[in-house]
């Protein structure tokens, strides 16, 4: 299988004119229109979700370094959804699968990576906010300062969209075969990987280190965070005191469990394992119900959301009122 031919054709071709065809639930005819609405309510809730979180915490005045994490994160997540979701859904509407630019396709990749790994990144600096709140709260105010905890933010968006650079322009510089048919309902790697005309692992490695800088360097920080943690609780005699600590990271720990489960699932392995159907199922809950669930999370484990959004419905209830 590689041919010549074909590389050199598929070489000479990839400009803005070639264009890739989403298959997305292509074999699930009987069942578009369900899902094109089970879609369409997961992503009207989550957008206005995510929306009420980061409204609430842009409206409070005084916001400590969690909330404002808190916040990035929901816009993260709005983006986030609004990159994937929508071409997903117009995938239903199209019988034959639904057409998407060579530069589209390289542009929803990147930010889909992006914005990922800017999420994986974000979660190390809020399991950082935890450490130093339990293992330091002394200096917490002088450690976790608005300044430093901007530009916290900024280097993990930043840091994320160099990687997701790198690795974007090493798959669409590699040489596509015939098909040009993409198993997914959007641009993920290893689908694309997938049509690459090479049976070689090099394709791989821009893959492997990006999960390198984005999955297994955060998990170690923040499993390191939470050892360190864990080691200053053991000291706390009070179970009560342990109990209220503990249950500081418990929203942050779900949220961690969440976003790091599927992704590794997704993108740590080799090629030879790519099984597209399970790959989509994934990928639905990971773009879909995740960011449906970090809301909810937010809102049932957080003091200060609940009393935040209290406060919006009340403003909300006073306005009407008069």
Known sequence: MPCEVCMERDNMSTGATTEFLLLGFSELLCLRVLLFLIFLVVHLVTLVGNMMVFMAVVMEPSRPPMLFFLCQLSAIELCYTLVIVPKALLSL??????TISF????????LFVALGGAECFLLVAMSYDRYIAICRPLHYMAVMSEGFCLRLAVLCCLG??????????AVFRLPFCQS????HFFCDVPAVLHLACTQSYTPELPLLAACVLLLLLPFLLILTSYVCIAAALLHVTSSVGRGKAFSTCVSHLAITLLHYGCATFIYIRPKSSYSPARDKVVSLVYTNITPLLY?????LRNKEIRGILRKMLRRKKIAQLN
């Open 160 to 169: 994320a969209f160099a990687v997701a650079l790198g690795l974007t322009v």
């Open 180 to 183: 040009r048919h993409i198993n």
């Open 93 to 98: 509407i199209v019988v034959d699968g639904s």
């Open 295 to 299: 809301p909810l999370i937010y809102s």
């Open 103 to 110: 530069i589209g396709c390289a542009a929803q990749m990147h």
